[in-house]
């Protein structure tokens, strides 16, 4: 059997989800547990959103729409573009899985950070793509760097902004110095998944390069955090005409199902759910800041709805402790943070909790 395998995916290690509520529960025999593992919005769906589901339960014997045409007539309106520069899909990692399949070959070369998306590496080597991660300058990503990696093989550079698993960004004036130097047969992939938490005044939108023209630069957006429609999958990007229309011959006719799609247009119109989501995870940022402050604990400042702490310890273990008192945060191991835990920005409760079990779980390491 094994020689059947293609050596570049059996040498993936797979990506670790954050760990379900209900396995930990079953696991450790917990009535509550907080997760706070994986980006997802504390206050559940859109309500928006959840009405027009309602009322779509009885369509669901239905094939969903397979070119999204009222998604795409609603995000046309949203951003002021045309259909044809969307590509929709089950969740914007899709688009990433569309993006390498529809244009790596074996031998190209992609380039990202180190401590980014491990999505990114993993599609981009199960597509025989040889992936080149870039040492950060801090936390952040370090452009010129990733510029001066670009060779004769260099397809595709992946730019997560705000960045997961640090919250840093990369500003408008690193983005431009960095696209005067990156040559037009390179597609520039900008991962705007949390965009919408960002508040930096120099934060850039890669939506303006596209819309004046640039045809190598791709936005990835989603549903799955400030719409909190994670379980739904459904994402987007936001592309040239032409690599829209390539990539729906690499697509599956109905890649995106019919109740993601209803859920998705009745959450662009909730305007007043996505201002809520904003402002709880700015506050709860602001509040975790002070308490981390005061514990003397490091933490990166996020423009993201999750923050990077560094425990000082091993990672995994607290975060083991951490389980066994029912709050599951991400040990940030993979990502080469082996004293880093990464906490998703939940309700005010939910921080106090996660604070109050952190600290406990420090205190029996003894680390305070
Ligand atoms: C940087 C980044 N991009 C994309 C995604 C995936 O989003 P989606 O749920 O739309 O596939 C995530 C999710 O955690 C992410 O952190």
Redesign the pocket.
């Known amino acids: 059997m094994k020689e059947l395998f293609k050596s570049n995916i059996d040498s993936i290690v797979p990506y670790e989800p954050g760990r379900p509520i209900e396995e930990i529960q079953r696991e450790l025999g917990l009535n509550r547990v907080i997760k706070l593992a994986?980006?997802e919005n504390p206050l559940g769906p859109s309500p928006k959103a959840v009405r027009a589901m309602r009322q779509a339960i009885r369509e669901m014997h239905l094939y969903p729409d397979g070119a999204a045409y009222y998604l795409k007539e609603r995000l046309t309106k949203e951003f002021s573009l045309t259909p044809k520069q969307l590509v929709i899909g089950n969740?914007?990692?899709?688009i990433?899985e569309l993006l390498a399949r529809g244009f790596l070959v074996d031998g190209d070369q992609v380039i990202s950070s180190e401590k980014t998306?491990l999505?990114y590496p993993l599609i981009s080597q199960v597509c025989g793509a040889t992936f080149v991660t870039v040492p950060m300058k801090g936390y952040s990503y370090d452009l010129a760097g990733i510029a001066a990696k670009i060779n004769g093989r260099t397809k595709l550079i992946f730019i997560?902004n705000p960045?997961?698993p640090t919250g840093t960004y990369v500003s408008f004036r690193e983005v431009e110095n960095f696209l005067a130097k990156v040559p037009e047969r390179v597609l520039i992939c900008f991962?705007e998944?949390?965009i919408d938490f960002a508040d930096a005044k120099d934060f850039p939108n890669a939506l303006n390069y596209i819309k004046a023209g640039m045809k190598n630069v791709i936005s990835?957006r989603?549903?799955?955090k400030a719409q909190g429609l994670?379980g739904l999958?459904?994402?987007y990007g936001i592309v040239s005409e032409e690599i829209s229309a390539y990539l729906d011959k690499v697509r599956q006719p109905f890649n995106v199902n019919r109740m993601a799609q209803i859920a998705a247009c009745a959450a662009l119109d909730d305007k007043t759910f996505r201002l809520k989501t904003k402002r709880l995870v700015s506050r709860g940022k602001k509040y975790l800041y002070e308490q981390l402050d005061k514990l003397g604990l490091e933490y990166v400042p996020s423009q993201a709805n999750f923050v990077l702490i560094d425990v000082k310890l091993d990672a995994k273990k607290v975060f083991q402790e951490m389980l066994k008192e029912g709050v599951i945060v991400r040990a940030m191991t993979a990502y080469d943070l082996a004293s880093h835990i990464r906490v998703t920005i939940g309700m005010r409760e939910e921080l106090e909790e996660f604070l109050r079990v952190l600290e406990l779980v420090l205190k029996r390491l003894g680390k305070r």
């Open positions: 994986s980006n969740g914007s990692n899709e990433i998306f999505v997560a960045n997961n991962d998944a949390y990835l989603t549903f799955s994670a999958r459904i994402g």
